[in-house]
Each structure stands twice: as C-alpha cells, then as structure tokens.
C-alpha cells in the first residue's frame, strides 16, 4: 500500500504516519522539510509546498498513491489545488476536516447538520477565510468537484502530551497557578478525541472509505464545569473561574453553549471509540504531574 501523507511530522499526524510503518504501508511524508521527523529510513520524504499548487505538483504529482492523507488542508484553494494534482493519481483521499464545520447547538450533531455537497462553492487561500469557514469551503469543493473519492474527517479538538497547541495545558497551569480561567458558560458541553485515537481512526478510514463526511470523536462528552472539577481533582488546587473575560484568561475552551458532535457512523463502520471519562482524568494528571 502506497500511501502519502501531507503534514505529519507533529502530534497526530506524526501518531499517524507511526501506525501507517507499523501496518507495513510504504508511506512518504510530504513536508517543508523544516520539522525532523523521528522516523528514519522508513519513509520517503518529499520537499513541497502544500500551499503552492506548482511546489505540490512538481513533488508528488507524478507518482501514483493508494491513499493521501491531507493533514494540512484549510481552503478552497487548497482542495482546488490537490484535485488537479492528483487527479487520476489516488485511490482514496483523507481530508482531515474538523468539528468546526457545524455551528455551535445544545444538540447534539451528526454528519447531516452541515452539508459540503449543497455548500456554495468558492476558491481563495487560507489568509482569505476564518479556519471553520475555511474547512466548510474545502469539503465543498471536494465533494462538487473531486474526481477522486474523498472522506473528510470531523474531529473535534484533540488532545495528548504531545499537543502543540497547549489548550488543555492552559487550564492546568492556570488552576496551578492560582490565575482566573475566563469562561462564559461553565454548563457547556464538548467533545474530545485523543492524538492517539485520532490517529488510529485516519489509518482506519483510509483502509475502509466512508467516501464522505464522518465524525470521529470519543464516546461522551464532557461540561466545562466537570473539565475544571478534574483538574481541580488532578492538581490539588481551586479552580478560579471567572466570566469576566479577557485576553489574558480567556479559555481557549471557551464556548457560548454545548458543541458536541455524534459517532455513530464511524461506529456503525466498525471503529470502536474509547470513553472519554476513561482517558481525560489520565492524561490531566500526567499534565498536572
């Protein structure tokens, strides 16, 4: 199995690009070449521009892939770009999409509330648009105008040690420290999925195509409230909230009302999700350790 990814070489990507070796899959990494990577000789290693549709073609366009995992896709113009290049070129693409794509709702949401194929479509890079509105575009122009069958992943945020964003670390430094965490609504609830799980649900979709949208995300959710009470648990310390927001203490959590997202679909596929309430207590305390 020839496989590219694009991205790869941090947090869940690079998780992914492990599980690909693993499984034996001939897997090159498409990157800048700015970030080394841990993985030796057993991959390939392509230098591009994922952005730069000339960079993408002259690197990976002439080559003939299983799969392609687009880790770093974020616009139109970035989907517009891959469908040219890699047309008749890839028997199944893995776009990783995100939550982002659905509007915030106490309900909980399925792979219908946003819809890429009615979507007007747009092209425009990824300086031009919002991230959320960004990701909408680009499944838009996939499933209007791909001529390669594409699966679109939703994750919601994702966790691990080794996230780069620190969102989660935010919080548990902030109750460390004794500092103010600005939260709006502590009553709202949200998803999660591991780098781990993650990771193992992208090498899972690209051996068994959806061919279409689908959420991937831990079984249950969680209140903010509760999220603060575990770190609470975890560090030893109280958890100053406050809804008096500001740049400072604003959590990066911080959510109007619930955005929870549902997996039955990927269930339904096969893939079986962990508890959420079984791994988050673990990983705050590795944090707070």
Not at 272 to 284: A, R
């Amino acid at each position: 199995m020839k496989v590219l990814v694009l991205g790869g070489t941090r947090f869940f990507g690079k998780r992914l690009v492990e599980s690909l070796i693993e499984k034996g899959a001939d897997v090159t990494i498409g990157t800048r070449g700015k970030t080394a990577d841990p993985f030796g000789i057993h991959v390939n290693r392509l230098e591009l521009d994922r952005f730069n549709r000339d960079s993408l073609k002259a690197a990976a366009g002439s080559d003939e892939w299983d799969i392609v995992y687009d880790q770093i896709g974020y616009s139109p113009g970035d989907a517009k770009n891959a469908c040219e290049v890699f047309k008749d070129r890839v028997g199944h693409y893995v776009f990783t999409s995100s939550q982002s794509v659905y509007k915030m709702s106490e309900t909980i949401l399925d792979e219908a509330d946003f819809n890429p194929y009615s979507y007007p479509v747009s092209t425009g890079d990824r300086n031009q648009f919002t991230y959320d509105e960004g990701k909408r575009l680009a499944e838009a122009f996939f499933y209007q105008k791909s001529p390669f069958p594409v699966t679109a992943v939703r994750f919601p945020i994702v966790l691990g040690v080794d996230d780069y964003t620190e969102r989660l670390l935010f919080h548990v430094r902030k109750v460390k420290e004794g500092q103010e965490i600005g939260l709006s609504n502590c009553k709202s609830s949200i998803s999660f999925i591991s780098s781990e799980e993650a990771a193992a649900f992208l090498a899972f979709a690209g051996e068994n195509p959806f061919n279409s949208p689908v959420n991937a995300c831990s079984n249950g959710s969680i209140e903010l409230k509760e999220l603060m009470a575990l770190i609470e648990e975890k560090t030893g310390n109280t958890a100053i909230v406050t809804e008096n927001i500001t740049e400072d203490n604003e959590s990066p959590y911080n959510l109007p009302t619930s955005w929870v997202i549902a997996n039955d679909q990927a269930k339904k596929a096969g893939f079986q999700f962990k508890e959420l309430k079984d791994w988050l207590p673990v990983l705050i305390a590795e944090l707070a350790s």
